[in-house]
């Protein structure tokens, strides 16, 4: 009997360090593959911060114009169509090189200064006509070249054939560093400028205006639809079969993928409805379709997860169903709903398939001012930049992901905030 009962503590304690040793090993794979997942979102954080920061600094040449009459207002009036602004910079760039006389010489020294430049000095003279005829001091945007040379992005040890600067121009820019003309300040146009094919130009406010129109567009369709479908099938809807059918199509549409809903926007809306392509108008109608089905799960969630207490509460004082539905259910259930609303958001914000099948893809360089004015999204402008072939955009690149993880992050503390202000508890 003693020896039984000896065997039977031996099989216990040896089954309790297997259960002990496997769940060591489960904690530390668990552990293992949290700091892996850690490791790779530190890397990519700061693989990313490290290659786009450096967009928020551009390089600017300062240089002292003369605002020529004869080269502005021929006539003796001033007219954009013909004068002359980027003679105007390419003169003052060249009175800091007087050595420079051969038609070469004279174009590659060009080069180091923006095409930018012509447009600053226009719009300095529209907002001051009195500039004509007087001299003065005028930071213009350097090159792209210019900058990715300051910012060590151009080795300038390799061969000249291997680089996009001379030899020479290499020279004029150690002169101009030398003498204070360059210097690096905040790069505004990031965030004021339109999209451009020179890379010291180019901006993502177009696409930020554009994706600002779609997500208006998109919370106003998505979201006061998609929570009176939640609440019909959660409260009102017989159970049946066409319930059930309902139910599947709805878990069915949210697992689609994006493109097939730009299919079906590209056919619907551009094709046979008329809406022009390209438009903030037609790109919001398709996600507010690829969001639809994500706001429906979501709130019939929330409405699940009020207690029925409160509703039996409800009609025991008399309440009427909609009563129970509008004045109890509804109130307890919406911080359930805006998140999962803010969350649809934040998906349509990072979507660029089925934007690109409604042509949204577009180079667009003016900034949209309506909902039907052409237009492109943030995540198709960093599409659009990461395709394009100069070293230049790739910085932008990587600081437009930023602007969008920036977005991405403010929406979900503003579904928390949300969520707070509006919780109740019972």
Known sequence: MQSGIQSSRARVEAGLGRRRRREIIFRVFGLAATMVGVFFLVAFFSTLIAKGSSAFVQTFLQLEVEYSEEALAPGGELDLEFADFDGIARAALRKKFSEVTTRNDRRELNRLISVGAGYQ??????????????????????????????????????????????DQQIEWIDQLIADGSLVSKFNKALFVNGDSREPELAGIRGALMGSFYMLLITIALAFPIGAAAAIYLEEFAPKNRWADLIEVNINNLAAVPSIVFGLLGLAVFINWIGIPRSAPLVGGLVLSLLTLPVIIIAARAAIKAVPPSIREAAFGLGASKMQVVFHHVLPLAMPGMLTGAIIGMSRALGESAPLLMIGMVAFIVDVPASITDPATALPVQIYLWADSPERAFAERTSAAIIVLLGFLLLMNLAAVILRKKVERRW
Do not use: C
């Open 121 to 166: 000095i226009r719009d300095a003279v529209i907002s001051n006509p009195n500039l004509l005829g007087t001299t003065g001091m005028l930071e213009v945007p350097a090159s792209a070249n210019v900058d990715m040379l300051l910012k060590g992005n151009i080795d300038r040890d390799v061969p000249e054939s291997q680089r996009p600067l001379s």
